[in-house]
């Protein structure tokens, strides 16, 4: 089951184009998989307001769904006539406490990457001064690294398409698993449009977008000001550590991010423990105050639980062959540091990948296969 908080976002296609059938946000509410937050079209430019939003807006509000407005903006217009016909559009329907804004940067246009940056950078200001917050930006890792200087403009969050190749008409697209690809000089996500292809819900048109935060429901329900005021989860500071992990292969990567694609900035040597202090897709944060990630698979790193649960007996086994090793890892990369001999019987404390945790304070394994070790 997928612990990424689901949204979607939708525009006038999602009902029909005279308006008469419109979207059914009862069915949005009574969706399997439940719809966190809606990200739905303002308007385009200085002059466009999307006919469906006021509708959409004022339906986000009662099925009680956090809501983010999303505009698109021309870079050859002037960035203050296009934002104020943005906040037109919004004028007394909401509330910036917990509202939120998105800038869509998908139409370049004959414009080059410097007004492209300059006008991108105004409407940030614009839009910061009148609600408190930067807008959240959309766009893609290749579009921002061809037509934005990153490196110009302040800290912000990225929601960024990513989809999987789609499937031919009338079959829907599964959504992309992510991570989505990052643009140069960003260290992290905030939303992954994972799909464009996916079955519509409670739309007039057959399909529609599908989005995955970067993190769970009470993730969402932080970031937007907690509307609803639900009890949440205190998460623990940013410094923190979260676990303790043991590196169990002879070398492991550091990376600038967590993907493959991240620099190496050095790496693990085995028997290194470490602490983690955030979890992604797969790959453990391991410094409190930067962007150091090693990929936190049970193949490479070992996860330090509890005492209490390293210390519960699983079962008993007793070895079978004239003499087997005993390593510092669960793995023959590990170190050798004595043998078990004939008929010992011990307890089993871990299972990993075939291998047996055989103390239950210490890293000590046994390979567990039925040719060297007997459940009893």
């Not at 992510?178 to 996500?189: E, Q």
């Not at 699983?314 to 087997?324: D, E, G, P, S």
Request: charged fraction near 20%.
């Amino acid at each position: 089951m997928d612990s990424r908080a689901f949204g979607i976002d939708i525009s006038r296609y999602q009902s029909s184009a005279d308006g008469k059938k419109k979207m059914n946000f009862d069915k949005v509410a009574a969706h399997k998989t439940p719809v966190t937050f809606i990200v739905a079209r303002a308007g385009v430019s200085w002059s466009y307001q999307d006919p469906m939003f006021d509708y959409y807006w004022a339906e986000m509000a009662r099925i009680k769904v956090c809501r983010m407005a999303y505009f698109v903006p021309h870079f050859g217009e002037s960035a203050t006539a296009q934002m104020d016909a943005l906040f037109r559009c919004l004028d007394g329907k909401t509330d910036w406490k917990y509202d939120r804004l998105c800038l869509d940067l998908e139409v370049a246009g004959i414009n080059p990457r410097q007004r492209i940056t300059a006008t991108t950078l105004k409407c940030l200001d614009i839009v910061k001064a009148r609600t408190g917050r930067y807008p959240v930006i959309y766009s893609r890792a290749n579009w921002l690294d061809t037509y934005i200087s990153l490196d110009a403009l302040p800290q912000l969050d990225f929601w960024l398409a990513q989809y999987k190749k789609p499937l031919p008409w009338p079959l829907f697209t599964d959504e992309h698993p992510g991570p989505p690809t990052l643009p140069k000089g960003a260290t992290t996500w905030l939303i992954h449009q994972t799909g464009d292809k996916c079955a519509g819900i409670g739309s007039v048109s057959t399909s529609m977008d599908y989005n995955r935060w970067n993190g769970d429901v009470n993730d969402v329900w932080r970031y937007f000001g907690n509307p609803r005021g639900v009890a949440l989860p205190v998460p623990p500071p940013a410094n923190q550590a979260l676990f303790k992990a043991k590196c169990i292969v002879s070398a492991l990567y550091k990376r600038s991010k967590p993907s493959k694609t991240g620099s190496v900035l050095g790496s693990l040597s085995m028997g290194d423990v470490i602490s983690v202090y955030e979890v992604e897709n797969g790959w453990f944060r391991i410094d409190p105050n930067a962007q150091i990630w090693c990929n936190g698979s049970p193949q490479f790193l070992q996860k330090l639980e509890d005492t209490s649960t390293l210390n519960a007996v699983l079962f008993r086994a007793r070895c079978v062959v004239k003499a087997l090793y005993k390593r510092e890892a669960p793995s023959k990369a590990g170190k050798i540091i004595g043998n078990l001999i004939i008929n010992e019987v011990v307890n089993v404390y871990q299972e990993a990948n075939g291998w047996f945790r055989i103390s239950p304070t210490a890293q000590v394994w046994c390979h567990g296969g039925r040719q060297y070790m007997r459940r009893l």
